[in-house]
C-alpha cells in the first residue's frame, strides 16, 4: 500500500518538475563543462566517502530507487523508481521486494538482471569473493540478512528486523547497481553503469569525461552529449573559470558564501542557488583521557560555545544550529526549537552559559589562576582550520588555553585511531537525512566511524527501537529524544549545519541543488542547455 | 677531453644512485602512505582491510626488497603502476612532461631573449635614466611572486576580456594554443627574466671595463661590434650558468604556475601524487628531475668550453 502511495506521490513530483520543462522545451545537445574541486581517488562510488565521487560518476550509474531529482528535500515520499520498476514490504515490514526493469543494458552492452544487484549487495555486505579496496558504507546494510532473486527481474532484501530506512538508503547516490561481470579493480578505473552517461576517460589532476548514452532505457533522455570536469583545485582559479564562462557550472555545493558575493558581482546573469548541504562542524573529544573523561570538563565545553559567532564570522548569518539531525526547514528529523534551546549550551544567553561554565570548570579544578592547557587538532584544510581558529577563542572564556594542532590529512584518521588528541574540529557529512545513518555511522559503539568511540548501550537501544519503529511519527519524537540525549551526552558537540552555495550559467536548464544532502542530486539525465 | 666527460658520466652515475636512494628513505620516513591516505577518503579504518591494502601493495615487504624491486623495474622500464590511479606510471608520467617542458621551454625563451638584451642595455648605459627604469623592472620581477602575478593576469583577463588562459588541452585557435602557453610562461618567466638581465647587467659592468675592451674601441670598432662582439661573448658564461640553473629549477618548481593555469604538468603532478604518498609516482618522477638536472648542468659545462676556448677539460 505503501509503495503506491509513494508511486503516486513520485508521479505527481516528476509532473510537477516536468512543468519546468514543458514551459521551456528542452534541446538535446551540448557538453556540460563544469570544474571538479579535486581528483577524486578512483571511479568507484562504493569505495568513496565523499561527494568528489558522486558528482562525476553518478550520471555513469542507477539505483534501484532513487530520491526524486527535482526536489530539493530529499525523503521518503520523493523516492521513485530507476532500475526497479515498483516495490513493496512484506507483511511483517521484513522484506522489501523490487521489480526490476527489463530491457535494460549496461554500457558495454550486456543485460542488466536480478543478479547483478545481489552482486553489488553481497559486495557491499562482505559477502562475495571479491572484495572492495575499502568498503565504507559496509554498516548500512547491517540489518539485511541477504538479498535474494527470483528469476531475472525480481530481487529481495530481507531483514533481521523491521528497517523502514533501507529504502532512503537504497535511494542515495552512494547506492548505485554494478554489474557483476566487472571487477571491483575495474570499477575503480573504467566503470561500466547503466546510466545516462558513459564513462570515456578519468585523467588523474585533470580531467573526468562522461559522453550520452545513446541506448539509455528512459527513450529520449539525456539530453546533454556529454559532461566534461576539469580538476581545479585552486578554488580562485575555479571561480574566474566560472565567471569568465570557460565552465556552465561550478562544482555543486563549493561556493562559499563569501565567494558568491563575488561571482554575483562578476556573473550577474548567473543563477546561483545557497541550500543547507547537511554536513556539520562538529568537535570530537578524547573522552578516554583527562581532562575530557570528566563529564563537568566535557559539559563546560558544551556550555562555552557560541554557535552564533561562529555562523556570523565562517557563513555570514548564512548557517544553521541544530543537534546531530540537519536543522529545519531543509532537515526532516530536526529537534522542535523549544526542545532545542533546553539543551545546555543551546540556550540563547551565551553569558549565562559561559558562567556555568566557568562553575563547572572549578569544580573540575581549573580557574582564572589554573588555566588548562590543551591541542586542538584538525585537519590543515581550511573549513576545518578556521573553526577551530574560532573554538580555541572561546574557550579561553572558560580558563581553557588551547593551541592549534594542524594534521596532515595522510595522518588525520591514525591520530584519531589512537587517540593522540583531546579535541579535534570535525566535519561529518551525512548522505542521507535519515537517523538510521547519523546514529549508527557515528554514534554505535561498534561503527568503524565512530571516531571518538562513544558508547552509549542505553541510547543503542533507543537506535534500535527508532530504526525498527515503522510508523513515522513516533519514529520522529524517538530521533528527538536520541539527538537530545546524544547533545546532553556531549558526545560529539554540534557547532553548526553549513550552507553553501551553487552556481551556473543562466542557459543551463533542469538543475537542482539538494537542501538535505549533497550527495545525491547529480544524475543529470535531463539536465539540457538552452544555447 | 675525452677522459674528462667518461668521469663526468661515472659521476653521474653516482650521483642518480645517492639521489634514488635518498629519495626512496625520505618517502619512507614521511609519516603516513597511501593505505592511510585511502581510508582517511573512505572515513574509516579497519586494520584487517589495512594490512591486505599494504600487502597487496608490497608495502609490507622490507624497505631493502621495495628499494631493489623499484631500481630492478627501473632498469628493466618498468615503472611500476601508480597506487592511485592504478595505470602504469610510465603512462601516467609520459604525457605530463611535454606540457611541462613546453612551458618551462618557453619560459626560458622569454628569460633568455628578454633578460640578456635588456641587461646589456642596461650595462652599456649605465646611470642613466633607462638604466634605472631597466633596474626597477628588474627588482620588481624578482620581488613579485608568480603566483600572485599569474592570478593578477588571470583576474584582469576576466574582467577586461571576459576570457581566461588556463590550461585546454584542444585550443580551438591559434590565438588560444598561444595564450594558454605563453601567458603562464611570461608570468613565470618574467622572475627569471629579472635574475638574468641582472646576472648579464653585472657580467657586462665587469668586462665593459677591462683593457681589451678599452683596445677594441681605440682600434676604432663600433659600439654594437665592441659591445656585442668582444663584450657579450665574454660576459655571457655566468649567464647561461644562471639559465642552466633556471632550466633545472623550472622542470620541477612550475608548481605555482601549474595550479593558477590549472596546467596538467610534471610539478603539480608530483605534488598531487607527494599528497597521496603515490610513491611509484613520486619516485619515478623525482629521478626523472634528478635526471634532468644532473643532464643540464653536464651539458652547461660543456657548453663552457665550446664558448670560452680558454676553458678545456681533462688537461
Redesign the interface.
Known amino acids: 500500500m505503501r509503495s503506491v502511495r509513494a508511486l503516486a506521490v513520485a508521479a505527481l513530483c516528476w509532473l510537477s518538475a516536468y512543468d519546468v520543462s514543458l514551459a521551456e522545451t528542452p534541446k538535446s545537445g551540448g557538453i556540460l563543462r563544469m570544474y571538479h574541486r579535486d581528483?577524486p581517488?578512483?571511479a568507484s562510488i562504493h569505495?568513496?566517502?565523499?561527494y568528489s565521487f558522486n558528482v562525476p560518476f553518478m550520471p555513469i550509474f542507477n539505483n534501484l530507487v532513487i530520491f526524486n531529482q527535482h526536489i530539493p528535500q530529499n525523503s521518503v515520499d520523493t523516492i521513485v523508481p530507476e532500475l526497479a520498476e515498483s516495490w513493496a514490504w512484506s507483511d511483517d515490514k521484513k522484506k522489501l521486494t523490487f521489480k526490476l526493469r527489463n530491457g535494460v543494458k549496461w554500457h558495454d552492452g550486456k543485460s542488466f538482471t536480478s543478479a547483478d544487484v545481489k552482486c553489488t549487495f553481497d559486495l557491499l555486505m562482505g559477502k562475495s569473493q571479491q572484495?572492495f579496496?575499502?568498503?565504507?558504507r559496509k554498516s548500512w546494510y547491517d540489518q539485511v540478512n541477504d538479498v535474494t532473486i527470483n528469476g531475472d527481474y525480481e530481487a529481495s532484501f530481507n531483514l533481521k528486523r523491521p528497517q523502514p530506512a533501507l529504502l532512503s538508503l537504497l535511494a542515495s547516490g552512494y547506492s548505485p547497481i554494478y554489474p557483476c561481470h566487472v571487477s571491483p579493480?575495474e570499477m575503480?578505473?573504467k566503470p561500466i553503469g547503466t546510466g545516462p552517461f558513459k564513462f570515456v576517460e578519468?585523467?588523474?589532476?585533470?580531467?573526468i569525461k562522461l559522453t550520452k548514452n545513446p541506448d539509455y532505457f528512459r527513450k529520449g533522455l539525456p539530453y546533454l552529449d556529454g559532461i566534461e570536469f576539469?580538476i581545479?583545485?585552486?578554488r580562485?582559479?575555479a571561480i574566474?573559470?566560472f565567471?569568465?564562462?570557460?565552465f556552465d557550472m561550478t562544482f555543486p555545493t563549493e561556493v562559499s558564501i563569501p565567494l558568491l558575493k563575488d561571482v554575483k558581482s562578476?556573473a550577474p546573469n548567473a543563477i546561483c542557488v545557497v541550500e543547507p548541504s547537511n554536513v556539520a562542524t562538529n568537535i570530537i573529544i578524547n573522552s578516554s583521557a583527562p581532562p575530557f573523561d570528566n563529564l563537568d570538563v566535557r559539559r563546560a565545553l558544551a556550555l562555552a560555545l557560541d554557535r552564533k559567532a561562529f555562523i556570523s564570522i565562517l557563513f555570514e548569518g548564512q548557517a544553521d544550529i541544530g543537534g546531530t539531525m540537519q536543522p529545519a526547514q531543509a532537515g526532516l528529523w530536526a529537534m522542535p526549537k523549544e526542545m532545542l534551546e533546553t539543551i545546555p549550551g543551546y540556550g540563547p544567553d551565551v553569558n549565562a552559559n559561559r558562567e556555568q561554565a566557568r562553575k563547572l570548570m572549578q569544580k573540575a579544578g581549573y580557574g582564572p589562576d589554573k588555566h588548562l592547557q590543551i591541542k586542538v587538532s584538525t585537519r590543515n584544510i581550511p573549513i576545518y582550520r578556521d573553526p577551530a581558529i574560532i573554538l580555541i577563542d572561546q574557550l579561553k572564556t572558560i580558563y581553557i588555553d588551547a593551541e592549534l594542532d594542524v594534521v596532515?590529512?595522510?595522518?588525520?584518521?591514525?591520530k584519531v585511531?589512537r587517540k593522540d588528541y583531546s579535541l579535534g574540529l570535525n566535519l561529518t557529512g551525512n548522505a542521507v537525512d535519515e537517523p538510521d545513518q547519523s546514529f549508527y555511522e557515528n554514534y554505535s559503539c561498534d561503527s568503524?566511524?565512530n571516531y571518538t568511540n562513544y558508547c552509549n548501550r542505553e541510547i543503542e537501544k533507543l537506535f534500535d527501537l527508532q530504526s525498527s519503529e515503522t510508523d513515522p511519527e513516533k519514529r520522529k519524537k524517538l530521533v528527538w529524544e536520541i539527538d537530545k540525549k546524544l547533545q546532553e551526552d556531549v558526545a560529539r558537540p554540534i557547532i553548526l549545519h553549513s550552507r553553501t552555495g551553487t552556481c551556473w550559467q543562466p542557459y543551463v536548464k533542469n538543475v537542482t541543488v539538494m537542501s538535505n544532502s549533497s550527495y545525491n542530486g547529480y544524475r543529470y539525465e535531463d539536465v539540457w542547455m538552452d544555447k | 677531453m675525452l677522459a674528462y666527460i667518461v668521469r663526468r658520466l661515472f659521476l653521474m652515475l653516482v650521483t642518480l644512485f645517492g639521489i634514488s636512494v635518498i629519495i626512496f628513505v625520505l618517502l619512507r620516513i614521511v609519516p603516513g602512505n597511501i593505505v592511510d591516505i585511502l581510508f582517511d577518503a573512505a572515513g574509516y579504518v579497519d586494520p584487517a582491510d589495512k594490512a591486505n591494502l599494504e600487502k597487496e601493495l608490497g608495502l609490507s615487504d622490507p624497505i631493502v626488497i621495495q628499494y631493489l624491486k623499484w631500481i630492478g623495474g627501473l632498469l628493466h622500464g618498468d615503472l611500476g603502476y601508480s597506487y592511485v590511479s592504478e595505470k602504469p606510471a610510465l603512462q601516467e608520467i609520459l604525457p605530463r612532461i611535454p606540457i611541462t617542458a613546453r612551458l618551462a621551454g618557453l619560459a626560458l625563451l622569454f628569460s633568455a631573449s628578454i633578460g640578456i638584451p635588456l641587461g646589456v642595455l642596461s650595462a652599456v648605459h649605465q646611470g642613466t635614466r633607462l638604466d634605472y627604469a631597466l633596474r626597477v623592472v628588474s627588482l620588481s620581477g624578482l620581488s613579485l611572486p608568480s603566483f600572485w602575478l599569474g592570478l593578477l593576469i588571470l583576474m584582469a583577463s576576466v574582467s577586461m576580456l571576459g576570457w581566461m588562459p588556463i590550461y585546454n588541452p584542444n585550443p580551438q585557435t591559434w590565438a588560444e594554443a598561444f595564450a594558454i602557453y605563453c601567458i603562464p610562461a611570461m608570468a613565470v618567466g618574467f622572475r627569471s627574466a629579472a635574475l638574468t638581465m641582472r646576472i648579464t647587467r653585472s657580467s657586462m659592468l665587469e668586462i665593459l671595463r677591462q683593457d681589451y675592451i678599452r683596445t677594441a674601441r681605440a682600434k676604432g670598432a663600433s659600439d654594437a661590434s665592441v659591445n656585442y662582439h668582444h663584450a657579450l661573448k665574454n660576459a655571457v658564461l655566468p649567464v647561461i650558468t644562471v639559465i642552466g640553473i633556471e632550466a633545472a629549477f623550472l622542470i620541477g618548481g612550475l608548481i605555482v604556475t601549474e595550479t593558477v593555469f590549472n596546467i596538467p604538468g610534471v610539478a603539480r603532478f608530483l605534488v598531487e601524487a607527494l599528497r597521496w604518498r603515490d610513491y611509484p609516482i613520486v619516485q619515478n618522477l623525482v629521478m626523472f628531475i634528478a635526471v634532468v638536472v644532473v643532464v643540464v648542468n653536464f651539458t652547461v659545462d660543456m657548453l663552457y668550453a665550446a664558448i670560452d676556448p680558454r676553458i678545456r677539460y681533462g688537461d
Open positions: 581528483s581517488g578512483s569505495e568513496g566517502a565523499s572484495k579496496r575499502q568498503n565504507p579493480a575503480r578505473t578519468f585523467k588523474a589532476n585533470e580531467s576539469t581545479v583545485p585552486n580562485s582559479t574566474l573559470g565567471v569568465s564562462g570557460k562578476q596532515d590529512t595522510a595522518q588525520w584518521f591514525p585511531a568503524e566511524r
